[in-house]
């Protein structure tokens, strides 16, 4: 026979691209974690300060008493950031069963926002634990 050999081995399959409803669902859930984390930054400058005034505050005090209030405001701005991390776990899952026996461009999307996303959750997790270290009571 004439021409190249045929390979053996594994058949891979083409890549292929992230469904257009996908992408655009993702775009939102990305949008709506980035406002949540833009929110959790501009207000972590007054819980840095607050936690600040109040290291070493008694529990009551008014220093302690405007820290608590601070953490509030940042634990409030970060549980708007789990409502889409929420859905992006859940496309996630929906995903990688899909991508058992099909290609897998939905999943490869839905993790790298769900990646950027759980490490926006993963930084102001620390800063609150930061915050909360030196605000006691």
Known sequence: ????????????????????????????????AAKAHRDFEALRPAG?????????????????????????ALDSARSSLLLPLADLDTMLVEATRAAVDGPDADLRAVRKVRDEVDGWLADENRSLDSLRGRVRG
Request: glycine share 8%; proline share 7%; with cysteine.
């Open 48 to 72: 840095e300060r607050a936690a600040a005034l109040a290291a070493g505050a008694a529990p009551g005090a008014e220093n302690w008493s405007v820290a608590q209030g601070a953490l509030a």
């Open 1 to 32: 026979r004439c021409g190249t050999p045929a390979r053996r081995g594994k058949i891979t399959r083409a890549p292929s691209a992230a469904s257009p409803a996908l992408l655009a669902r993702l775009a939102t859930l990305r949008d709506s």
